[in-house]
Structures are given as C-alpha cells and as structure tokens.
C-alpha cells in the first residue's frame, strides 16, 4: 500500500513538473522593446516653418509570444540621463515640435520588428539654432505578453531648428520674416509691381563691411517695413532709394552716407506719395550716431524729400552737410504732416534753405516737434536759414520748438523759422537759440522767433523767442523784418522776447527791425527790454503800440497777467510765462 502511495506522489511531482515547463515554454523570455528612427545618424537640421517625416519601427529582442500594440512618446527623464551620462545640458524638444504616430505599432507574435509608421519634426516652439534631444520609448503597451523596455534601445534623436533667409508670403497676413543679413539684403528683389509687400525683422541686421545697394519702390510698387524693434547698423546708402509705403518700430545705428545725386537721407532719399497726403511713412523711428553728406540737393537725417504723407514719433541724431534745402530730419516737405517728432541734428548747408528740422517745408503741418542740435550752418549768401525750419511756405506749427544755434552767411535767418513765404500759422511755439548774420547786406532778415516775413497772411498765437541775435541791420528780437514789394498781413498775440539785440549792428527793434509796406495787428505783445531798444526798427508800415508792453517793470508775468494772457495755454506763476 505504502509503494503505491509512493508511486502516485512520484507520478504527480513528475506531472506538476513537466506543466511548468510547458507554461514556461509558452511564455518564453520577456521581450525587451525598443525603438528604431530610419535615416537619422547625426543632429536634425530643419528650417523654421519647415518640417520633416522619418520612419519609425518597434524592435524587440526576442520577439514575443503574443502580439502587442505599442505607443510611443517623449521620455523628460531619459533626457536627464542622457545629459548626466554624456556632459550635455539639452534640452526636452517641446511637445508641439514634432507630431507622433496616428496609430499605434503592431508588433506581430514572435516577430522582432514592428510595422513602420511615422513621426514628423517641425521645430515649432524652439529656439533657433539650439539643439534639443528626443528620447522616444515606448509608453503604452498593449496585450498579454511580457515585456520590458530598454533605455539602451530607446531612439535619441538630437534636433536643431535653422533660420532661413527669409520666410512667409510676403502679405500682410503673412509678412516676409527677415531673418538674417542675406535675407535682408533681398528685400527690394521681393517687391512685386502693384502690390504692397509687407516685411518684417527677426533680428538685427549688421551691415559693416557691406555696400547697401539702396531698395526703390519705383513702378508702382509698394513697401510696409517692420523693424519689430530691432537696429539695422552700419548703413552706406539710404536703405530706400524711393520708399513708397511705410515703415515702423526700426532703428537705423551708425550709418554713414555719402552723395553726390539728389534726395538723400538715412531711411530713404524720397519718400511719401503726393496722392496719399495722409498716409503714415515713417512711425516709431530712431536714428542715431549717423552722418550722410551729399554735394546735392533735398538732403535730410530721416528723408531728403517727402512728398506727401504722415511721419510721427520719429527722432534723428545725425549730422547732415547738403546743397540746397537740407534738415536735419528732412530737406524737404510738400504736404506733410509731421507729428511728436525730434531732431538733434547738426546740420550744414552750401545753398538756400536750412533748418534744424526740415530745409524747405511747403503746405506742411508739424506739431509737438523739436530741433536740438548744435547748429544750422548755411553757406550761402541768401540763406534762409531757420532752428526748427528753414523756409516754410504754407502750414502750421504748433507745439514746438528749436534750441538750436543758428548762423547763414547772407540774407534771412529766424530762431524758429527762417522765411515765411504762403499762409503760415505758428502757435504755442518757442525758440531758445542764437541768431547769427554776421555778413548780411543789405537786406539782413534776423529775428529770434520769425527771420523774414516774404508772403502771408502770417499768424502768430502764445509764442516766444529767447535767443540773442548778430546782424548787420534790419533786424528783430522777435521778428527780423518784411517784404519790401509786397504788403503782408501780419497778425501777433500773446507773444514775448527776452532776446538780447545789442548784436545788431544798426536798425533794430524789439518787435521787428523793418516793416516795410505790411498790415499788422499786433496785441498782448510784450518786449522785455532793459536798454532802451524801439519797438520797431524802420519802415513804412506804423506799428500800433497799444494793447502791447515794451519795457522791464515789474515780471513778465505780471505784464502778461495785466494783458489778459490766458492761464490755460499760459503758466504765469513764476517770473517768465511759461507754455502748458
């Protein structure tokens, strides 16, 4: 009985032991997955806005013994490990830089490949030129095979995304991205005929030791630049020839220009379109550390010529030598409009028209402007020679001023403005720099705020001039003096001049130092005067000195207070009346 007991155990150990080894031979080993990327062998390279599709396949060693379907991913963590192991500091590619399988991989039973599928690297979301890692591995695994995943096994795909010349179509929805020097330097080749094309910076653009060959709008074409504000630096010619359009948010740095053809200046040599007067040209500009000199005419720090349209919260720091009708923010205006603009320009002129600001601005209206340069040089023997505008013939000033120190070798230079030759308004405007004439003939034409009154009518509201003036004759503190042919109707109110007259050699007045045949009508003036200077120098013309003060009792500002100054333009509360 015992035998048979043994027998049994026997046969029952030997039975339990071979169905062991036949579930083992079922399940077999763990299949240790992987993951294969076809045509990759060192860093990716792809341009922005490009993309680029690899094959992928599933391995495993060995196969295993029922079928899986398997996802893959992005593993942070082999990132970590990689970069520990290697001395590498890469970073995770983002998410959004590459696209995964649709569909998971098939990994048939006993086979040690996986179909292929595909993943796509785009490169959205990195930063230019650095390189990420990829670790991709396995991350869900279905089906009832035992598995294991592999670091060793997993594809570690290294990615750089690169900056192409230029990208987009060039539309306003979709604006050519300038992103390097060789891009930017096919910017006038990307101009289409009677379109506009719209471009937009990436980066800054260094053009040392490049000849800039000057892009024209000419032929109907158009083009709307933005700097997105980035510099473009070391320029050798206007970066637009013919600038038919708009450009924004740029900075132009270190350029230096040299000329002998008419219109030149730093952002363009012409500019603007006499059929779109009031189309913006030029919007948040700076131009600093810049020289462009031209034995031309029309030559300006921003423009040489503007031939209609809109320019505002733009400031130029150059200097600027020039012919005729040359500014230091442009040499000439026609019906513009220039708004919250600045130029701290000097400026040199061989011929007429120089200004601080603008050379020659005809039908122009420049509010809350300055001019703050060193100086306004003119070389030619009839002038017309201004701190803020040279020569204007039609418009308006108002709410602007010039400091700067102003000199011609000839006829007609003011504080403000030179010549006054249309119908010209200035309003709640100073002047604060010398007046210089020293060899001025005959005709001379020196005032602090106004030089020579041509052709009106000229109004002139709350403004004031503080600079002393040198000439020879016929010459004003406040205005120099009038046409000599032609009566001009003159109107001043609300006006004062501190500026010291003893400079002027002979003829002088504290209002204007020759009339000649001109209307005026003058109120609320005041002539702050300490030795005894006549209101007006000469001429035919009688001015009224009613309703005006000419002397040094009390504070300006209490003169100003006795005529009726308004407080709301004015603030008298110290001793000189001071602009809201």
Not at 164 to 182: M, W
Not at 231 to 253: K, W
Request: charged content about 15%; proline content about 3%; overall charge negative.
């Amino acid at each position: 009985m015992k035998k048979i007991v043994g027998l049994a155990l026997v046969a029952l150990t030997m039975f339990s032991a071979l169905s062991c080894k036949n579930d083992n031979e079922q399940s077999g080993p763990a299949a240790v997955l992987g993951v294969s990327v076809k045509g990759i062998e060192n860093v990716v390279e792809i341009p922005r806005r490009q993309s680029q599709t690899f094959e992928v396949q599933l391995t495993s060693a060995p196969g295993p013994y029922n079928a899986l379907t398997v996802r893959i991913g992005g593993s942070a963590e082999l990132v970590e490990k990689y970069n520990a192991a290697h001395g590498t500091s890469y970073e995770m590619l983002p998410a959004e830089a590459y696209d995964l399988p649709a569909i998971p991989f098939l990994l048939p039973r006993y086979n040690k490949v996986s179909s292929l599928e595909t993943i796509t690297l785009k490169g959205a979301g990195c930063v230019p030129e650095q390189i990420y890692l990829l670790p991709l591995v396995p991350v869900k695994v279905e089906g009832d095979a035992t598995y294991e995943v592999s670091e060793e096994d997993a594809a570690y795909i290294l990615f750089k995304m690169l900056l192409p010349e230029q990208e987009g179509e060039g539309t306003e929805d979709d604006p050519y991205i300038l992103n390097n020097v060789a891009g930017f330097q096919k910017l006038g080749a990307m101009l289409r005929e009677g379109e506009t094309v719209y471009y937009k910076l990436a980066a800054d653009m260094d053009l040392e030791g490049i000849e800039w060959q000057s892009v024209s709008c000419e032929g109907n074409k158009k083009a709307f630049l933005d700097g997105d504000g980035h510099t473009i630096s070391h320029l050798t010619a206007p970066l637009f020839a013919v600038l038919d359009g708009t450009v924004i948010n740029l900075t132009i740095d270190g350029a230096t220009i040299e000329g002998t053809v008419a219109d030149m200046g730093v952002l363009a040599g012409k500019a603007g379109s006499a059929n779109s007067v009031n189309a913006l040209v030029a919007q948040n500009v700076t131009i600093t550390n810049s020289t462009i000199t031209n034995t031309n005419d029309r030559t300006g720090g921003l423009f040489g010529y503007l031939l209609g349209g809109v320019v505002e919260n733009v400031e130029v720091a150059t200097t600027v030598n020039g012919g005729q009708q040359v500014g230091g923010f442009i040499g000439r205006v026609d019906a513009g409009t220039v708004v919250n603009c600045s130029s701290s320009s000097n400026v040199t002129a061989s011929g007429y028209y120089s200004g601080g600001f603008i050379g020659l601005a005809v039908n122009v209206t420049v509010k809350g402007c300055h001019a703050s340069g060193k100086s306004v040089n003119n070389k030619s023997n009839y002038s017309r020679v201004g701190g803020l505008i040279g020569q204007m013939e039609g418009g308006l000033v108002e709410k602007s001023y010039s400091s700067v120190d102003v000199e011609g070798l000839g006829h007609f230079a003011g504080g403000l403005i030179g010549v006054v030759n249309g119908e010209v308004e200035v309003r709640t405007s100073y002047a604060t720099g010398k007046v210089t004439l020293p060899n001025s003939g005959n005709k001379a034409g020196a005032g602090g705020l106004l030089g020579r009154l041509d052709k009106g009518p000229v109004t002139v509201t709350n403004c004031y001039c503080t600079g002393a003036l040198v000439a020879d004759r016929w010459s004003g503190a406040f205005l120099g003096n009038t046409n000599d042919k032609t009566a001009v109707d003159i109107t001043v109110t609300n006006c004062f001049t501190t500026s010291d007259i003893s400079g002027i050699t002979r003829v002088k007045g504290v209002f204007i130092g020759n009339t000649y045949v001109s209307n005026f009508n003058c109120t609320g003036f005041i002539g702050w005067n300490t030795t005894g200077d006549p209101f007006y120098g000469t001429g035919t013309t009688v001015v009224a000195t009613a309703g005006n003060y000419l002397g040094a009792e009390g504070t300006i500002s209490s003169q100003a207070a006795t005529l009726g100054w308004s407080t709301d333009i004015w603030d008298l509360s110290e001793d000189v009346p001071v602009l809201k």
